[in-house]
């Protein structure tokens, strides 16, 4: 009788005690300060980067580029979009790595080369920007305003973490290179976003 009386007390001293499960499957998104979620690139298979050329920080310009392919619906398909573009930057390009920083699908933001290191995304620019690439070709499709929210959040994010500077400036591959990247919709919109730098 004594023990059934004491029963649920002990369930619930076990509950408080049992130790927390905070491992993440690993391609799940994370969450990291003010960032938004990221898939980190142990989660999309990333091969591993030839050499690294690490970055003064923090960074004064932001470049926007879209991937011209198509755009991926799901996060297995956007995975398998951003290895895909790592292989080819390495294999036909002869990169070390994915060129851009950033990679952004209508759904979530995916690690490239990630902070502090310096990408191949726009010749004379790259060691002294950050690189972010939409997956998708935005000449014939519009941006999703949760894509476009992530890409804000991202970069508010670079703020606070100091990867950024405070007054760090906004481009369109377009405006620093002969390219229609990042596609006429996508430049619209980034027009109407803080940091943005019309010259």
């Known amino acids: 009788m004594l023990f059934g009386g004491i029963l649920p007390y ?51 310009n932001v470049i926007v580029h ?14 398998e979009m951003v290895a895909n573009i790592q292989t080819y930057h390495q294999t036909d390009n002869r990169w070390s790595d994915i060129g851009y920083n950033f990679l952004i699908s209508g759904q ?19 060691d002294k920007s950050i690189g972010v690439a939409f997956l998708g070709n935005f000449d014939q499709e519009r941006p999703t305003a949760r894509s476009l929210n992530l890409l804000a959040r991202l970069l508010q994010c670079g703020v606070e973490l100091g990867e950024l500077a405070d007054d760090y ?29 019309a010259q």
């Open 10 to 60: 002990l369930l619930v001293l076990w509950q408080l005690l049992a130790p927390v499960n905070v491992a993440r499957a690993q391609d799940e998104p994370t969450q990291e300060s003010a960032c938004p979620a990221i898939v980190k690139r142990a989660a999309w298979g990333a091969a591993k980067s030839k050499n690294v050329t690490y970055q003064l920080k923090p960074v004064a």
């Open 169 to 197: 400036r906004l481009y369109g591959a377009r405006q620093l290179q002969s390219t229609n990247s990042p596609g006429r919709y996508l430049y619209a919109k980034l027009q109407e976003l803080d940091h943005w730098q």
């Open 66 to 79: 879209h991937t011209t392919g198509e755009r991926c619906a799901t996060v297995a398909t956007c995975k």
């Open 108 to 126: 979530n933001v995916y690690e490239g080369i990630g902070w502090h290191r310096m990408g191949a995304h726009l010749r004379g620019y790259n």
